[in-house]
């Protein structure tokens, strides 16, 4: 997927650089080559030697080195390079960035580029928040610099919030997104996609839901998104940030995912990746309620909620071309999977075991099954953001447009 791709991989000084020598083996599993640079605090984090080992070719560190200089090599660097990837970005970086400084090679080789960018900015909650950085990102985003997270979560510095690096594997999603060949396919088609969880309020201040990270429902989105559709993403409450290239609304309860699917209009392909809380309390207490001494614990009646797939899915005018559900099973899989696309009268269903020993939930990868009118198709194991690519490309092929890659497959 990224195949013959050369990738500068900038590496700056942030607890998250560590994860940045697992992101050299993936987008050198993808068949992308990776040289990187690494700045001096960069290397408090990560030897050179283990970005080297793993990268296969040396690290540039230093600005004045006078046999890469001699030809010119902060400008080589980038010439060589299809894009550069800053991972982790620190606030440190992401400010000489937006200043326009070239004070280290890291700096110059950022200044002097005119190939894309894309960063992973990687900090503590209070520097990603200071209005410094705030603005910086704003600058940065206008001159059409890339971002790709941070997410939510916790942090090594003990504190929760948004600044937690991207994983390797968002990163080279995006990485491929950005070197994807520009052909657009579903230009003109308008998607709908849910993901994550729904919430369910029993009281104000407790919910019921479920594990969905809204991981695989994302990159979903994105990958419709990068063969030109027009998608809306519905998402529930997930610590995921909005992917860059569409719409995103959020939402908490079912009821709430259905209205902001509905009112989406008319849409040619709908895919619902959200795991939907199948009940919903009868009657949600508007006060918290209070556990008393000596009471029984209070029953909780559960009534169905609606039923997002199977509406979507009804005949009529406002259906959608193309209705795709998802069937997260913990035993007998394609069985009741199959038997699920009938009931709800969709067109396709992707069938994933969400067994805790499968890993499906929160992971990074995927193994699932295409079940439509022409039978199964089992899929092999594939990264998340592939088995969205692959799965974009087959509805591109279903509006009768296939995707390059598609085509080969
Ligand atoms: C233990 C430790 C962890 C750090 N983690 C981060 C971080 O995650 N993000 C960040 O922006 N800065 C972090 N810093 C501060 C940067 O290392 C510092 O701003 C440095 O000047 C960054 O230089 P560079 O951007 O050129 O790599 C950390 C510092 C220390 C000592």
């Known amino acids: 997927m990224l195949n013959g791709k050369r990738i500068l991989l900038i590496v700056a000084g942030g607890i998250a650089a560590f994860k940045s020598l697992e992101l050299i083996r993936r987008l050198r599993e993808r068949g992308a ?14 030897t050179p030697l283990s970005l080297q080992a793993l990268s296969e070719d ?14 010119m090599g902060h400008i080589q660097l980038s010439r060589d390079a299809d894009l550069l990837v800053v991972a982790p970005a620190t606030a440190n970086v992401l400010a000489r960035m937006a200043a326009g400084l070239a004070d280290d090679l890291a700096a110059t080789v950022l200044l002097a580029t005119d ?6 900015p990687a900090m503590n909650v209070r520097m990603w928040t200071h209005a410094a950085t705030v603005a910086n990102v704003e600058t940065l985003k206008k001159r059409g610099i890339n971002f790709v997270g941070p997410n939510d979560g916790a942090m090594a510095c003990n504190e929760f919030g948004p600044g937690r690096m991207s994983e390797p594997e968002e990163i080279v999603a995006a990485t491929a997104a950005l070197l994807a060949p520009q052909e657009k396919p579903l230009a003109g088609k308008r998607a709908v996609v849910t993901s994550g969880p729904t919430r369910e309020a029993i009281d104000p201040v407790r919910y019921i839901s479920n594990h969905s990270s809204g991981k ?16 809306t993403l519905v998402s529930g409450p997930v610590t995921l940030a909005d992917p860059p290239g569409l719409r995103t609304v959020h939402v908490d309860s079912a009821e709430q995912m259905l209205a902001a699917c509905l009112s989406a209009g008319r849409i040619d392909v709908a895919v619902c990746a959200a795991a939907v809380a199948d009940w919903k309390a009868a009657r949600p207490a ?49 069985a009741n999977a199959i038997e699920k696309r009938q009931r709800k009268g969709c067109d396709w269903i992707v069938a994933n075991d ?18 439509s009118a022409a039978g ?34």
Request: some cysteine; glycine content about 8%.
């Open 376 to 409: 199964v198709e089992d899929w092999p194991t594939l990264a998340k953001g592939d088995v969205a690519l692959r799965l974009a490309g087959r509805i591109a092929r279903h509006f009768g447009r296939p995707a390059k890659a598609e085509a080969a497959e």
């Open 115 to 120: 190939k894309p960018v894309l960063v992973a």
């Open 58 to 71: 040396r690290v540039y560190s230093d600005m004045f080195s006078l046999t890469d200089e001699s030809e």
């Open 286 to 334: 508007t006060a918290k309620i209070k556990k008393k001494a000596d009471a029984a614990p209070p029953a909780l009646e559960l009534v169905p909620n609606p039923d997002i797939l199977a509406t979507l899915s009804r005949p009529g005018p406002q259906r959608p071309a193309l209705v795709v559900g998802f069937a997260a099973e913990t035993e007998n899989l394609v």
């Open 33 to 46: 080559s990776v040289r990187c640079v690494l700045t001096e605090a960069g290397a408090k984090f990560v």
């Open 216 to 231: 695989q429902g994302h990159a979903i989105a994105s990958a419709l998104a990068s063969l030109g559709a027009d998608v």
């Open 354 to 371: 969400v067994s805790p020993a499968a890993g499906t939930f929160g992971g990074e990868s995927n193994t699932v099954h295409l079940i």
